[in-house]
């Protein structure tokens, strides 16, 4: 604990009295005039978003409309280049010690899983507690163990990641990053890799997850899921934000042409 | 048999349509020509060694060999018997072997990583290293460092001098050697109970860790207290080393350690030679951490340290360890280039002067190769062993 | 905000920007730049003063060397001993003309869009080997005789190599699908057969054959030493061959050799249509890179008495007439190889980058 912990407060408290003028509250994510190229490749265009502490996004869109990357930028698995990304009020610079204290406290939940193979379940939920949060190994486990029963696989939790199914790996997943206790979880297509028979097992612990009322940002192509959690539905395309409304706008009255057709498509069949 | 077949399928095909009759008349037809080649090879050898007139069996290994060695790690001198060569051949061959294994791991790892290095000029010099050196014939730059870089050093008269101890000549390298004296064994023990604490604080380390999640610099410590203590013991005890420096007595040094230009110039090809592979197979074996693993423990909150540290190391050495053996066992079969430039190894003084003077081929070759035999096996076993153990588990 | 004509605000790419990110980003890639680039410059200098610009190029003999620099006219006036051997000068044609055939076979190779270029690799495999076997001996159409003790330099390690590969090619098939096979009998024999000639040193195989192949034979049946160097190196490569060729193997789908029985494939034609033309394709860079080592391990032959491009150089570095120019004739031992080496190993690469995507797809 100790140094970061101090210097994160410190920054907080001066990045929140320069925003002072925004409101009340400011929201735990703002993204201000971002913009992001891959070489010459414009990927994400002018985009703008502010999410409130408790708020459930869905981002949807075609593939290569820039979603992905757009959620990798906020806890900077990816750089952007022109505009602001402030989240927790530590804005996202080439600063290290800011990058950390942001990481620790977004968790994210990857396409294909990613958990690590060499370990077990139960140590791949306490690595990063033990390490960074340095937490006694006892509270580790046990806490990790509590987030495993809500991922309803405790019983896995001496496996090793090969040894589960698609759909087990992903709620594992899910579980390590909720070890960290983090304010904000994002979800980056989770359930795209996964078996049909599988997603709902997936779905529902994010449901769950849901309704605990953590911040969540999802980048999904399940549309039932947005009907049943989330505050808004952001519409991507081209790397630029199409739409943004409440779900219920959104699937019933969507306003953009691009909008109407990609619902058009995959509400098809 | 023939009969159990017809036994279990009365309607059964033809004896040679059965395939089960087939697959045994084959493998009675592979063992029969094999023992009709091996009877056949031991009768034409047989026969031309009693016509050449050499005698069979071991009994030679108890003969005196008559022949003077250049450098044995075991007391030998010619007077002592074939059998005694033998072992002069083998630890020579085992010396220079772990020599080399040592260096080519370190500078392996060392190129590999610079290989990956973020700095444009290490990266391409590591580069050039590794394409030029990999696709040079080692016996040729095991001739080069030999003939061409120390057959070229001065006669010891003009030795190379490096602070009037260390002398550098076309006889070899001589460097003092130590000479413990009375009171060194205080040293000694310091050392060991460094060890002892080191061990001690790691295991209280780990287990603090466990209970408070508070992390020693367990390294830092335990680096500090196996330099300083034995250091200290050593002037509590007043100094008890002396050196022997090597001093020119008529056309050669005498006195120190002698290291042999055979065995330097078969040590440094050697090394540099297997280096160039272990450095490949620690790039690609770093490489093969995919990179949604680097990223999974980025997003965790992990340092860049503690991610290499946790996550792509120990993915990244279960990719590297099997080639890295294979590439060691080639370092110890290719240490019987030593032949060729007169290091006295195994092939050399007991494959080569030995089975000269005593004819005994069959005999020696078969000594010969069931030593590469039994190391190459053993390496393997280990191998298995390991990879049984660190295999990652999948359903 | 007209998005799709913004340029990304990356600054334009100078060269000090571009040191500053490569070269000098933290404190010790900035030491670590220093120390290494001081190494290199130091060496680089010197290096190219002795090789190049005090170098002697032309003249008779060592005389004409000044002692500055390489003594480069040493490979020129002895360059026929190496590449020849001791090859009779007026019948050196026939070497040629195998020199050309090969470059004839194999250069398609490396050229993605040549016409037919199968069809010259095959001629390489097969016609090519076969008219070598009457051309560099002669003996046969009034062509005159050749002794192979004549043989030597850059020839003969080709001849070794070539020979080398394409005699355990067929061996390593055989003991690749013993290794493979059901009968426990055959496999163990393959196994044994393997592990055993993979364990030992090339050197002692090279000593044993030398030494005791002629103990093995009947009395009055002998091979000249070249021969029985070919016989050595041909049984322990087909050991490393037959490695190479069981990973392909392995890597064919289960499904193919399925697919093959449903036919109702024997096992030779299952083997013969349906795997092995998978398998050895996919194990070609493999092949490619045994050959690389096998081209590399034949300067051992010296040891037993050859006369290969080592074996050359190294018996001239010892000749009186000249002083001092080891190193030259190492460093162009050293250049031959690594062209050959560095070149095939380059193809090799990039044959295994197309296999890659090609499989996966």
Sequence with gaps: ?269 | ?395 | MTESTMKPPKKALTPVKWMREHLFSTWYNALLTVVVGYLVVTSVGPILNWALFDADFLGADASDCSGAGACWLFIDQRLNFFIYGFYPDELQWRVDLMFLLLAVAFVPQFIERFPARKWFGIFGMTGLPVIGYFLIPGGLFGLEAVESTKWGGLMLTLILAYIGILASLPIGILLALGRRSEMPIIRGLSVVFIEVWRAVPLITVLFMASVMLPLFLPEGMNFEKLMRALIGITLWQSAYMAEVIRGGLQAIPRGQYEAADALGLGYWRKMGLVVLPQALKLVIPGIVNTFIALFKDTTLVLIIGLFDVLGTVQSTVTDPAWQNVAVEGYVFVAFCFWIFCFGISRYSQNLERKLDTGHKT
Aim: net charge neutral.
């Design chain 2, 1 to 395: 048999m023939k009969k159990q077949t017809v036994d279990s399928k009365p309607a059964g095909p033809k004896p040679w349509y059965d395939p089960r009759v087939r697959s045994l008349f084959f493998q009675v037809v592979a063992i029969a020509a094999v023992f009709w080649a091996g009877w056949t090879l031991v009768e034409n050898t047989l026969s031309n060694m009693e016509s050449r007139g050499i005698s069979t069996g071991f009994g030679f290994l108890e003969e005196t060999a008559g022949f003077g060695i250049i450098m044995s790690l075991v007391p030998y001198d010619a007077t002592m018997s074939y059998g005694r060569t033998f072992w002069v051949g083998l630890t020579n061959t085992l010396l220079v072997s772990v020599m080399g294994i040592i260096a080519a791991t370190l500078l392996g790892f060392l190129i590999g990583v610079a290989r990956l290095s973020s700095n444009w000029l290490v990266a391409k010099v590591s580069l050039f290293y590794i394409e030029v050196i990999r696709n040079i014939p080692l016996l040729l730059q095991i001739f080069f460092w030999y003939f061409a870089v120390l057959g070229a050093l001065p006669s010891p008269r003009q030795s190379i001098e490096v602070g009037g101890t260390m002398f550098l000549n076309n006889r070899g390298l001589y460097v003092p050697e130590p000479l413990t004296q009375d009171g060194f064994g205080l040293v000694w023990g310091a050392l060991l109970v460094a060890i002892a604490a080191v061990v001690c604080i790691r295991i209280w380390a780990k287990k603090r860790q466990l209970a408070t999640g508070q992390i020693f610099p367990t390294f830092k410590v335990g680096v500090a207290i196996l330099v300083l203590l034995p250091v200290l013991a050593y002037f509590v005890a007043g100094s008890p080393l002396e050196w022997e420096v090597p001093a020119l007595k008529g056309f050669n040094f005498g006195g120190g350690i002698t290291i042999i230009p055979e065995l330097a110039a078969l040590w440094l090809a050697l090394s540099l030679y297997t280096a160039s592979f272990i450095a490949e197979i620690v790039r690609s074996g770093i490489l093969s951490v995919s990179k949604g693993q680097t990223e999974a423990s980025k997003a965790l909150g992990l340092s860049n340290g503690l991610t290499l540290r946790l996550v792509v190391i120990p993915q990244a050495m279960r990719v590297i360890i099997p080639p890295l053996t294979s590439q060691y066992l080639n370092l110890a079969k290719n240490s019987s280039l030593a032949t060729a430039i007169g290091y006295p190894d195994l092939v050399a003084v007991f494959m080569g002067t030995t089975l000269n003077q005593t004819g005994q081929a069959v005999e020696v070759v078969a000594i010969t190769m069931a030593v590469y035999l039994t190391i190459s096996l053993s390496i393997s076993l280990f191998m298995n062993i390991y990879n049984r153990a660190v295999a990652i588990k999948e359903r």
């Design chain 1, 1 to 269: 604990m100790g140094n970061p912990m101090t210097e994160q407060t410190q920054t907080s408290e001066v990045q929140s009295s320069a925003q002072g003028e925004t409101g009340k509250n400011p929201g735990i994510i703002r993204v201000e005039g971002m913009h992001k190229w891959y070489g010459d490749f414009h990927v994400l265009k002018d985009l703008n978003l502010t999410i409130k502490q408790g708020e459930r996004i869905v981002i949807c869109g075609p593939s290569g409309s820039g979603k992905s990357t757009f959620i990798r930028c906020i806890n900077r698995l990816e750089e952007h280049q022109q505009g602001k990304i402030i989240v927790d009020n530590v804005e996202l610079t080439d600063d290290i010690r800011h990058i950390d204290n942001v990481r620790r406290e977004v968790g994210m939940v990857f396409q294909h899983f990613n958990l690590f193979p060499h370990l077990t379940v139960l140590e791949n939920c306490c690595l990063s507690p033990i390490w960074v949060r340095k937490i006694p190994r006892k509270e580790a486990e046990a806490s990790a163990m509590e987030y495993l029963e809500r991922v309803k696989i405790p019983d896995q939790a001496h496996k090793f990641p090969g040894q589960l199914s698609g759909g087990q790996q992903q709620r594992v997943a899910i579980a390590r990053a909720l070890c960290m206790k983090p304010k904000i979880m994002l979800f980056d297509e989770p359930t795209s890799a996964l078996d049909p028979e599988m997603i709902k097992e997936v779905l529902d612990v994010m449901i769950e997850l849901a309704g605990s009322g953590m911040t969540m940002l999802c980048v999904t192509h399940e549309m039932g899921f947005a009907k049943t959690v989330a505050d808004r539905v952001i519409f991507m395309d081209g790397g630029e934000i199409v739409e943004e409304a409440p779900p219920h706008d959104f699937f019933s009255n969507p306003q953009e042409p691009r909008t109407q057709q990609f619902l058009k498509q995959i509400l098809a069949h």
